[in-house]
Nanobody, 116 residues
């Protein structure tokens, strides 16, 4: 079993920055890719960014050029640096890990609110 613990989110003004972190424990050797998803008010959960164990990244079009995902395999952690935040980035952000057996694990979620 993999456990994911996320850092706190926060309230930030439009144009500001915020960094999220997520630490994995438990069956970390089974983790393949890690990533971030978000769920805005009244919306479905959507992909934000993913990163493989080899460092290959993938971003949603809406965050390209503003968000950066990174990973520290030694610390079993994944990070999301969010710059140029917009009100539409307001959501609950979830850390995700996918095992080599294609099993999904989720963090507890953290609220990010961007004020205009």
């Amino acid at each position: 079993q993999v456990q994911l613990v996320q850092s706190r989110g926060g309230l930030v003004q439009a144009g500001g920055s915020l960094r999220l972190s997520c630490a994995a424990s438990g069956g970390v050797f089974s983790i393949n890719s890690m990533g971030w998803y978000r769920q805005g008010p009244g919306k479905q959960r959507e992909l934000v960014a993913t990163i493989t164990s080899g460092g290959i990244t993938n971003y949603a079009d809406s965050v390209k050029g503003r968000f950066t995902i990174s990973r520290d395999n030694a610390k079993n952690s994944v990070y999301l640096q969010m710059n140029g935040l917009k009100p539409e980035d307001t959501a609950v952000y979830y850390c995700n890990a996918v095992s080599i057996h294609s099993r999904n694990y989720w963090g507890q979620g953290t609220q990010v609110t961007v004020s205009s």
